[in-house]
């Protein structure tokens, strides 16, 4: 995977959207917009072998998870405190949360599989 094609792009975007153009802010969009695409290689190649051990299908699912939780600790503070605006980071978020959900919804199947041996498994261990 080339990763230029991810960091460039998120440095450009840093360097354009931020909330006030000092380094510090720069540096800290640029690393929002790479959080939010750094996942990416990884699910691109689960994708392409269709292989997702139990591990790797955990971890993208409780990422995903730990992210939504983002989510509604974003929506909560907006509406209990004053001016709680923060686009940059609301719209990383929410791109995250969209390519795991996204992730999700197309390897359910194999993850499924997957989760059923391993309870069957466990099952068979437990019973004896």
Same mark, same amino acid.
């Given at each position: 995977?080339?990763?230029?094609?991810l960091v460039?792009?998120?440095?450009?975007?840093?360097?354009?959207?931020?909330?006030?153009?000092?380094?510090?802010?720069?540096?800290?969009?640029?690393?929002?917009?790479?959080?939010?695409?750094?996942?990416?290689?990884?699910?691109?190649? #689960?994708?392409?072998? *269709?292989?997702?051990?139990?591990?790797?299908?955990?971890?993208?699912? @409780? $990422? !995903? /998870?730990?992210?939504?939780?983002?989510?509604?600790?974003?929506?909560?503070?907006?509406?209990?405190?004053?001016h709680y605006?923060?686009?940059?980071?609301?719209?990383?978020?929410? #791109?995250?949360?969209? *390519?795991?959900?996204?992730?999700?919804?197309?390897?359910?199947?194999? @993850? $499924? !599989? /997957?989760?059923?041996?391993?309870?069957?498994?466990?099952?068979?261990?437990?019973?004896?």
């Amino acid at each position: 995977f080339r990763h230029f094609f991810l960091v460039l792009p998120c440095l450009l975007l840093a360097l354009v959207i931020n909330e006030r153009f000092t380094f510090k802010e720069v540096m800290w969009a640029f690393s929002l917009y790479l959080e939010a695409v750094a996942i990416l290689p990884q699910l691109i190649l #689960l994708q392409r072998t *269709r292989n997702i051990d139990n591990l790797t299908g955990q971890y993208v699912l @409780f $990422l !995903g /998870a730990y992210r939504a939780l983002y989510i509604l600790n974003w929506i909560y503070r907006y509406f209990t405190e004053p001016h709680y605006v923060h686009w940059i980071t609301w719209i990383s978020g929410c #791109l995250f949360d969209y *390519r795991c959900l996204a992730f999700w919804f197309c390897s359910l199947p194999i @993850f $499924l !599989g /997957a989760l059923l041996g391993m309870l069957s498994t466990a099952v068979i261990i437990f019973s004896h």
